[in-house]
């Protein structure tokens, strides 16, 4: 038994409550939601979801829902095959089924007085760290607002060398960029096995996963339905993105009606755990795996307002340095050019040279196109203090 395993013989009353997480992101597949049969909404059981997302909601927590199923709604109103689409068909089918998906998930939670928004992401989405940055964003302002993105791969424009394929390792990856605290895997079976249960008669659950590990990952077995894309194999990959990143993940049994809120009654389940958390995380990749591209000079008040943990707004900036994009890591430098911190820069170099030292409220003015009142927001930011290295230094955009 590997060391991951051993470690999860803690009791279950170790184990975190719902309560205490402040961003939780749910994935729902479509063999969940979708009826095989009927191929339509299972919509007593998206009710009794829609009700646990609208507690958690009330408790204070921020709720984001990643959904599968525009693929599998559209296939029925257009007639096609259920399964092995060409490439064309899915998506025209994902063109049809995300109309229907997200008027679906717009009526269950407006009946629950939540407002639903719907952002449709590709690989590049997350990967290219400029349209990371916009998609965090959006995601963001949207939380702030109290509403629940519901997010889905764009199957529309999605090909099958530039796409995820699976929502397991999709929501693993908002999970990180929208810095949840938790990732609720629902699956059609109620956790991670010793082995594949259909072929294993005394395979048993595993509780607790401390660490994944290769006996974590030979566990994994393939899909178990038709409609779904992804498999334990996805799920294991998607914990490994996620408890990187700070985030807690489990799998859990979603094909009984309420089956977010029965997680509160120790029922069997899989957690991955982290000794981490999405800040931290996030921090350390800033410090630490990111060529800074330029430097942003700041006065004494800038100064003081950064180390009291707040964003750094244009106003403050008296030098830009470099020729840097939005997305890329700059250091944040002091009136002596003593290095401060370091940061993901909201603007390109020559839009940080038009607003620096201004108003933000001028930026619309400045640039022609409103924009972020931060020019290196505090959530992207990392402060000096061992962490940055003091002989860090940038050259005409090198360091």
């Known amino acids: 038994m590997s060391v991951a395993i051993q470690a999860a013989a803690a009791p279950s009353a170790t184990l975190p409550s719902l309560k205490t997480f402040r961003r939780i992101v749910i994935k729902v597949g479509s063999s969940l939601l979708i009826d095989r049969e009927q191929g339509c909404v299972r919509r007593s059981w998206l009710v009794s979801l829609a009700q646990d997302i609208a507690d958690l909601h009330a408790q204070g927590s921020d709720l984001l829902v990643v959904s599968s199923g525009s693929i599998a709604l559209g296939r029925t109103v257009l007639g096609l095959p259920g399964r092995d689409l060409k490439l064309e068909d899915s998506q ?12 679906i998930w717009a009526e269950v939670l407006a009946d629950r007085k939540i407002t639903a928004g719907q952002i449709l992401v590709t ?8 349209r990371y940055l916009n998609a965090r964003a959006t995601i963001g302002r949207l939380l702030d607002l109290r509403a629940v993105p519901v997010i889905n791969e764009n199957d529309t424009v999605a090909t099958n060398e530039i796409r995820y394929g699976d929502n397991d390792r999709l929501a693993a990856r908002v999970a990180t960029m929208a810095s949840a605290d938790l990732l609720i895997l629902l699956s059609d079976v109620p956790g991670l096995y010793t082995a594949p249960p259909a072929e294993n008669p005394e395979a048993e659950l595993v509780p607790v996963v401390a660490r994944v590990d290769e006996t974590i990952e030979a566990m994994a077995g393939g899909g178990a339905s038709p409609l779904s894309r992804g498999g334990m194999r996805t799920k294991i990959e998607a914990a490994k993105i996620a408890t990187t990143g700070g985030t807690q993940m489990l799998i859990a049994d979603g094909r009984v009606e309420h089956p977010v809120s029965r997680l509160n009654a120790s029922v ?20 630490g795996s990111l060529e800074p591209r330029g430097a942003l000079h700041v006065d004494a008040g800038a100064a003081k307002a950064i180390a009291n943990g707040k964003s750094l707004l244009p106003a403050g900036v008296t030098r830009v340095e470099g020729n840097f994009t939005s997305g890329d890591c700059v250091l944040i430098r002091d009136a002596r050019a003593a290095d401060i911190g370091r940061g993901l820069v909201g603007y390109d170099a020559s839009e940080a040279v038009l607003i620096a030292g201004r108003n933000s409220q001028d930026i619309l003015r400045l640039l022609g196109t409103p924009g972020r009142a931060a020019i290196v927001h505090r959530d992207d930011m990392v402060v000096a203090g061992g962490q940055i290295a003091a002989t860090a230094r940038v050259t005409n955009g090198k360091s």
Do not use: H, Y
Not at 123 to 129: M, N, V
Not at 271 to 285: I, Q, Y
């Open 92 to 103: 025209a089918a994902a063109a049809v089924g995300q109309i229907a998906l997200a008027r």
């Open 123 to 130: 690989l590049g989405d997350t990967e290219e760290r400029q």
């Open 268 to 287: 069997p389940c899989t957690w991955f755990l982290t000794g981490s958390n999405p800040v931290t995380a996030r921090k350390k990749w800033i410090a």
